[in-house]
């Protein structure tokens, strides 16, 4: 965990996360670059058609015109609504054998999915689409599709103009056959009728006028009346006409159809999807991405402790140091890396440690210090035992005690004796805890073991003689190290707490969880237990924070090697 609520982040902090959790990150990339290159090589091709439809508005014959009475906005896309009925897709799909083929053996369901009708913005233009695993196929879908539309649309045309016909014939045999025929919307709505009509009324008006003054005989009223009559008899033709070329239009002889096909569809030549290059353009960015998301997420669920900022801010404990993760090869001693003339990141960090443990508040009044953890396995006593050699380097004299009781190592890290230790003086068995004590091949370090496992550690470090071997050993060495048990889950620790009041607290990089350590910084605090400060174990030198580890080797190279001082010479 390193990321605290009041603590803006860095483009170098994003970098160090991305960094360290780059495997998360790249095992994220790696499967969805996988995925979609199995998509993109596996995944059966599907081609696309297109067919491209102009639909016009219909003209009623009856009227002359248009008389689409919705918005404009809503004929195109009702057009395209029908297209895909179910009626008509159900044609198609019997016409061409759909049931058939495996790939549309569902029923019409599987041919709607694989039809989209898409109307062109601002025009009377569909275009539609038919998608299918075989090239030919989808373009005979889409052409079959648009073709029964076409067929549909003039069927259903001659079927109202035949009906209208019908009405039309049936009133033609009733009387005032000529009042009807001017009644209709196609002669009313003649503009030659309307004006021959208006010149009968002008005519009648004026033959009514010179009959009011002279006989029928005289010569201007049978003008005016002649040319009555023959107004009369030409809107009669005009009538005529009209209703002729009405019938004509009506029966279908020469209808129109105000719906064709501009672009006939054509087998595709390349599938639609996948799109190999870029699918696999897809699967590598989004896949970087992905991880990336992935690698933040996982920092911000991770409440192990790793990081500077989680000691210092997350536990509120000073930071004593990283210590990287050491390899140590069979048949070498864990402190092997302080022996030897050869710079590196783990001694460099043990010398660390020993000189923010030195420089600590508490150091100079008390010599002694506790090295426990938060729980077991964190690597506290490889922490102890280094620390105490590297505070011999300094030519002070050193006890190392393994306060342990219950899984005591520092012997097998020394290799020294484990049959009597600790335990023994604490039961009583040896009065002298001088005689108790293991030479090293550290000149001024001394060990004093666990010794056998006892029955009751608990009661035993409860003994006073517990008190008598703290004053006994700060009496007799300038620097104590006692490697105690963790906090978790025994109380062990809390019993050598009432003699020694200082510890560092030990945590594995990565595997501690931050609330547990809280718990059990508040339980050492509540026992009047002095934390110096926090060791993170474990650490890669990659991602240890600050300058801990960066560049150490490039910086080291050019350093004259170390020479141990030999106190004999």
Partial sequence: MTTQPDVDLTFYDYLEILYRRRWAALSIAAFVFAAMALYAFKATPVYRAKALVDVEKPEDVMYGHDTWQATEDDFVPTQARLMVSETALRRVYDQLGLSSTKEFAGGVATLRAAVTVLPVARTRLIQLEAESSSPRLAAAIANGVAQEYVRENLANELFMSRKVLAAVQARSRGRNVQAFYESLPAVAGSQRVQDLRTQIIRAESELARLRADFTDAYPAVQAAKSELDLLRAEKDREVSAIVNGLMTRLSGQFHANNVRVVDVALPPARPARPRRPLALLLGLVGGLLLGALGAFATEMIDETVRTHDDVESGLGLPMLGHIPLTRIRRGQRVYSPLMTADASPSSEAFRSLRTMVLFAKAADS??????????????????????????????????????????????????????????????????????????????????????????????????????????????????????????????????????????????????????????ACARLHRSGIDILGGVINGSQLQTMSYADGHDFHRYCRSLPQPVRHDPTA
């Fill in 366 to 519: 008390e010599p002694s210090v506790l090295v426990t953890s938060a729980t077991q396995e964190e690597g506290k006593s490889f922490v102890a035992a280094n620390l105490a050699v590297a505070l011999e380097q300094t030519e002070r004299k050193v006890l190392l005690i393994d306060g342990d009781l219950r899984r005591p190592s520092q012997h097998r890290l020394f290799g020294a004796g484990a049959d009597t230790g600790l335990a023994d003086y604490l039961a009583g068995r040896v009065k002298d805890p001088g005689l108790l004590l293991q030479a090293t091949e550290i000149p001024h370090l001394d060990v004093l073991s666990g010794g056998g496992r006892p029955p009751n550690p608990s009661e035993l470090l409860s003994h006073e003689q517990l008190a008598q071997l703290v004053a006994w050993a700060r009496e007799r060495y300038d620097r104590v190290v006692v490697d105690c048990p963790p906090v978790f889950p025994v109380s062990d620790i809390l019993l050598w707490g009432r003699h020694v009041r200082s510890a560092v607290l030990v945590t594995r990089a990565g595997r501690t969880r931050l609330p547990l350590v809280k718990m």
